[in-house]
């Protein structure tokens, strides 16, 4: 099976001299299609500067990070960028743009890929909330909606373009309980039938069971 993340001997730090502390110490992870991996542990353990690595928005520094083939260490700006363009992210602030609809806001990850043409970005975007149960919403401003609701754009903005892989950070901290339920429900489903990746940091306890695996991340090492 080929790996979408595939990463070996994995290290970061922070800081230089004296002052540099170890971030990320041996890591060496496979995330294979189609799985819905959660990375839990205490905070600070390193689990979103791995996020962050396996998303291209910081550079490695030392080991062999594979992201979707392509070999980030040592890897040039236009290189990441490209990486990242083929990444649906999800956070725990949904980053909505107020000015715009949820249509439009979730259009915006089709213009990182200039293969789609614009004729096509109302109905994918549409199609795409009507598949996160927004279809009545498409035309409504983010200050409309409830905080469920605004995730659940977010999580569409994220899944139009059909990536590969989907990296979520704490996507359910500030939702309640029964809305982050249904958030991370959409996520698996649709992950599922995309047959993306989806690798979700949390410390909701609540949603474990919705991983296919779970991995420990404290100090820096993860197992």
Same mark, same amino acid.
């Given at each position: 099976?080929?790996?979408?993340?595939?990463?070996?001997?994995?290290?970061?730090?922070?800081?230089?001299? @004296?002052?540099?502390?170890?971030?990320?110490?041996?890591?060496?992870?496979?995330?294979n299609?189609?799985?819905?991996?959660?990375?839990?542990?205490?905070?600070?353990?390193?689990?979103?500067?791995? $996020?962050?690595?396996?998303?291209? $928005?910081?550079?490695?520094? @030392?080991?062999?990070?594979?992201?979707?083939g392509?070999?980030?260490?040592? %890897?040039?700006?236009?290189?990441? /960028?490209?990486?990242?363009?083929?990444?649906? =992210?999800?956070?725990?602030?949904?980053?909505?743009?107020?000015? $715009?609809?949820?249509?439009?806001n979730?259009?915006?990850?089709l213009? $990182?890929?200039?293969?789609?043409?614009?004729?096509?970005?109302?109905?994918?975007?549409?199609?795409? +909330?009507? %598949?996160?149960?927004l279809?009545? =919403?498409?035309?409504?401003?983010?200050?409309? +909606?409830?905080?469920?609701?605004?995730?659940?754009? %977010?999580?569409?903005?994220? +899944?139009?373009?059909?990536?590969?892989?989907?990296?979520a950070?704490?996507?359910? %901290?500030?939702?309640?309980?029964q809305?982050?339920?249904?958030?991370?429900?959409? /996520?698996?489903?649709?992950?599922?039938?995309?047959?993306?990746?989806?690798?979700?940091?949390?410390?909701?306890?609540?949603?474990?069971?919705?991983?296919?695996?779970?991995?420990? /991340?404290?100090?820096?090492?993860?197992?």
């Amino acid at each position: 099976m080929n790996s979408i993340v595939a990463i070996r001997n994995l290290n970061h730090s922070f800081g230089k001299g @004296s002052l540099q502390k170890t971030v990320l110490s041996d890591i060496t992870l496979d995330l294979n299609a189609g799985e819905v991996v959660i990375l839990e542990g205490p905070s600070g353990g390193g689990k979103t500067t791995l $996020l962050t690595l396996i998303g291209a $928005l910081r550079s490695a520094q @030392s080991g062999s990070l594979k992201i979707l083939g392509q070999e980030l260490l040592g %890897a040039k700006k236009q290189q990441l /960028m490209q990486v990242r363009n083929q990444i649906g =992210f999800i956070f725990q602030a949904h980053n909505l743009l107020d000015c $715009l609809t949820a249509w439009e806001n979730v259009s915006m990850s089709l213009k $990182l890929h200039p293969k789609i043409p614009k004729s096509e970005y109302r109905r994918r975007s549409v199609e795409t +909330l009507s %598949a996160v149960g927004l279809s009545e =919403f498409v035309d409504v401003y983010p200050k409309q +909606l409830s905080g469920g609701q605004q995730q659940r754009v %977010a999580i569409a903005r994220a +899944l139009v373009s059909h990536p590969k892989l989907v990296l979520a950070d704490e996507p359910t %901290a500030a939702l309640d309980s029964q809305t982050g339920r249904d958030v991370v429900n959409v /996520m698996q489903s649709l992950a599922k039938e995309e047959g993306c990746t989806v690798l979700l940091v949390t410390h909701d306890n609540r949603i474990l069971d919705v991983a296919d695996r779970i991995l420990h /991340m404290e100090d820096g090492c993860c197992r």
